[in-house]
């Protein structure tokens, strides 16, 4: 299954799935589906990130048939125990979509674990250096003496309240994604606002891509 790209890109991205459904004494207990990025054999870089995801979507389904499984079995019990209706768990990793621009490639993926109607959310971006399957910070993406400032006074913007100690960690928990408009920060909620909030950034980018070091 082909994922849909948010910017055609030269990379073919298409998508790693693994679905299963869990069942107790024949009860359905939990159902997980985990769609994360597939990438050609196309060089050393490409193959590096291919093995990455790999492996991470390895540990997700070790997580759902390990520690997962064994809590919703273990709610499934106590809500027949108790002589009320039991609601399956379910988890889902979904793979939103990418982005390629400078020689980097742009993955963003989000995590839902519904835990009986306690939800658990979570969203998460990867940057990656096509040439050599290394990671890219945002950081890099900017000229080294103001990089750190411009991505600080962006999260700054509406949450002038907060100290430079809190902006520095919202920077170091937000998860990055390119997209049309340049860099976007996705910061965790409850670290600039309630709920989750979306920075975007103007990228300097160029022909020669980002720097090696932030």
């Not at 069942?23 to 769609?35: N, T």
């Not at 399956?88 to 793979?95: F, G, R, T």
């Not at 309240?161 to 909620?189: F, H, K």
Request: hydrophobic content about 40%; aromatic content about 6%.
């Amino acid at each position: 299954m082909s994922v849909q790209p948010i910017h055609p890109a030269p990379t073919p991205v298409r998508s790693r799935r693994f679905a299963r459904a869990y069942r107790k004494e024949g009860q359905p207990v939990l159902s997980v589906c985990c769609v994360l990025p597939a990438l050609p054999s196309q060089g050393r870089g490409i193959r590096r990130i291919d093995r990455w995801y790999e492996r991470l979507s390895a540990l997700w389904r070790a997580r759902w048939s390990g520690p997962l499984l064994e809590a919703a079995g273990a709610a499934a019990d106590q809500a027949r125990d108790e002589g009320r209706p039991f609601r399956p768990w379910s988890a889902q990793i979904s793979l939103l979509g990418h982005w390629e621009a400078d020689g980097i490639l742009s993955l963003t993926w989000t995590v839902v674990e519904d835990r009986g109607g306690s939800v658990h959310t979570g969203r998460f971006g990867d940057l990656w250096r096509l040439s050599d399957g290394s990671t890219v910070s945002p950081l890099q993406l900017f000229p080294r003496k103001i990089g750190r400032r411009l991505l600080l006074e962006a999260l700054r913007d509406g949450a002038e309240e907060l100290s430079p100690a809190a902006l520095r960690r919202a920077l170091r928990e937000s998860q990055p994604s390119l997209g049309p408009e340049g860099l976007m920060l996705w910061v965790p909620a409850g670290l600039l606002a309630p709920g989750p909030v979306l920075r975007t950034i103007p990228l300097p980018l160029n022909g020669e891509g980002p720097s090696s070091s932030g």
